[in-house]
Nanobody
Framework: VQLVESGGGLVQPGNSLRLSCAASGRTFSNYAMGWFRQAPGKEREVVAAISWSGYSTYYADSVNGRFTISRDNANNMVYLQMNSLQPEDTAVYYC?????????????????WGQGTQVTISS
């Protein structure tokens, strides 16, 4: 499955952004989807994930209550609504597709990745 992210940009602290990921190539609804991010000098980390049905979701502690992951299987899209953004949320955000995860999503659970979209939070 091919993935293309969009929606990144520069916003001030406290504002919101909505990232989108468009999928193509295979049956989107078969895949669990995730959002990861990588800040400069840091390892890539999971932000949120959603099961193929949308019934199960996972959020990193650092974004729980601020970010919401959702998917639209009819249109092969997955979204990440990010509210109350802080400078520490600055990173390249990646969309990923995989077969699912256990207790916590890991990078190895996902085998298709987008090219990433830059999110910068700064005043």
């Amino acid at each position: 499955v091919q993935l293309v992210e969009s929606g990144g940009g520069l916003v001030q602290p406290g504002n919101s952004l909505r990232l989108s990921c468009a999928a193509s190539g295979r049956t989107f609804s078969n895949y669990a989807m995730g959002w990861f991010r990588q800040a400069p000098g840091k390892e890539r980390e999971v932000v949120a994930a959603i099961s193929w049905s949308g019934y199960s979701t996972y959020y990193a502690d650092s974004v729980n209550g601020r970010f919401t992951i959702s998917r639209d299987n009819a249109n092969n899209m997955v979204y990440l609504q990010m509210n109350s953004l802080q400078p520490e949320d600055t990173a390249v955000y990646y969309c990923a597709a995989g077969s699912g995860w256990g207790g916590q999503p890991f990078e190895t659970d996902f085998d298709s990745w987008g090219q990433g979209t830059q999110v910068t939070i700064s005043s």
